[in-house]
T-cell receptor, first 113, second 110 residues
Framework: DSGVTQTPKHLITATGQRVTLRCSPR?????VYWYQQSLDQGLQFLIQ???????AKGNILERFSAQQFPDLHSELNLSSLELGDSALYFC????????????FGQGTRLTVV | DAKTTQPPSMDCAEGRAANLPCNHS???????VYWYRQIHSQGPQYIIH???NNETNEMASLIITEDRKSSTLILPHATLRDTAVYYC???????????FGSGTQLTVLP
């Protein structure tokens, strides 16, 4: 158990819909990262937050957004969903901004039908 | 970040050492070598990292060549639970710069 909690574990939704994925980082970790893992793209970095502020953006679509709340949990919002958004979404956390020893949650499997 | 090359798959007998190679010939001086693994669609798990010296922890050992152009992850006594995809990552940055390539699928055989 990494200490990072993601909910829900599974999500099935229709095209065009909007969903919210939630991540609770390890106690004491200030950085939260979101990754997407699809069959054809592998694990890709989406976005990083540090202590409530956005720090880095990767290959995140404009239809996707995220935020980190004062209690340090984070949410990833995916809107206007397309079939190609079906993937595993992982959240990771680390203590500081530049740590590379990140601890990953078990992921949310999103299926868009 | 430097690119890495890993064999797509390897087998290892249970109880034997698993030696997973990684080439990173374009590594620069400030870049570390990290190893993560992913067990069947679970979240990636940190294993070990190093800069230029060999490293050992409770999970594995990391051997980095003197020129730092390649490294080997060693699982000393592989078990069936070590069956996973192992990723070698070279980076100077933070977790956002973890570029997961294709990795090596290690299968530990009974």
């Amino acid at each position: 158990d990494s200490g990072v909690t993601q909910t829900p574990k599974h999500l099935i939704t229709a095209t065009g819909q909007r969903v919210t994925l939630r991540c609770s980082p390890r106690s004491g970790d200030l950085s939260v990262y979101w990754y997407q893992q699809s069959l054809d793209q592998g694990l890709q970095f989406l976005i990083q937050y540090y202590n409530g502020e956005e720090r880095a953006k990767g290959n995140i679509l404009e239809r996707f957004s995220a935020q980190q709340f004062p209690d340090l949990h984070s949410e990833l919002n995916l809107s206007s969903l397309e079939l190609g958004d079906s993937a595993l979404y992982f959240c990771a956390s680390s203590v500081a901004r530049r740590d590379t020893e990140a601890f990953f949650g078990q992921g949310t499997r999103l299926t868009v039908v | 970040d430097a690119k890495t090359t890993q064999p797509p798959s390897m087998d290892c007998a249970e109880g034997r050492a698993a030696n997973l190679p990684c080439n990173h010939s374009t590594i620069s001086g400030n870049e570390y070598v990290y190893w993560y693994r992913q067990i069947h669609s679970q979240g990636p798990q940190y294993i070990i990292h190093g800069l230029k010296n060999n490293e050992t922890n409770e999970m594995a050992s990391l051997i980095i060549t003197e020129d730092r152009k390649s490294s080997t992850l060693i699982l000393p006594h592989a078990t069936l639970r070590d069956t996973a995809v192992y990723y070698c990552i070279v980076t100077s940055g933070s977790a956002r710069q973890l570029t997961f390539g294709s990795g090596t699928q290690l299968t530990v055989l009974p």
